[in-house]
């Protein structure tokens, strides 16, 4: 069992910055990948960043150069790092991660790009 609790979410101006937590606990001794995807309202969840455990990442074509994905394995935590934000990145935001065959995500939290 692992349990994903996200933080960080609000309203920031078009431009603003934001950075999201993610507070992971249960067993991560075997996970490898975690990630975030956002889901906008009418849209399908998508994904927006991963991070493996040798420090890989990989992220969706539209955040590129502007959010950054980080892991504190000490802490059990993985962060985004969202800058330059668009009205276009309003979306819920989840935390996910997968182990033995289970999917995992957290309760979201709600980012508000909006002058």
């Known amino acids: 069992q692992v349990q994903l609790v996200e933080s960080g979410g609000g309203l920031v101006q078009p431009g603003g910055s934001l950075r999201l937590s993610c507070a992971a606990s249960?067993?991560?001794?075997?996970?490898?990948?975690m990630a975030w995807y956002r889901q906008a309202p009418g849209k399908q969840r998508e994904l927006v960043a991963a991070?493996?455990?040798?420090?890989?990442?990989n992220y969706a074509e539209s955040v590129k150069g502007r959010f950054t994905i980080s892991r504190d394995n000490a802490k059990n935590a993985v962060y985004l790092q969202m800058n330059s934000l668009k009205p276009e990145d309003t979306a819920v935001y989840y935390c996910n991660t997968n182990l033995l065959g289970n999917t995992y995500w957290g309760q979201g939290t709600q980012v508000t790009v909006s002058s």
């Open positions: 249960g067993n991560m001794f075997s996970i490898n990948a």
């Open positions: 991070i493996y455990r040798g420090g890989y990442t």
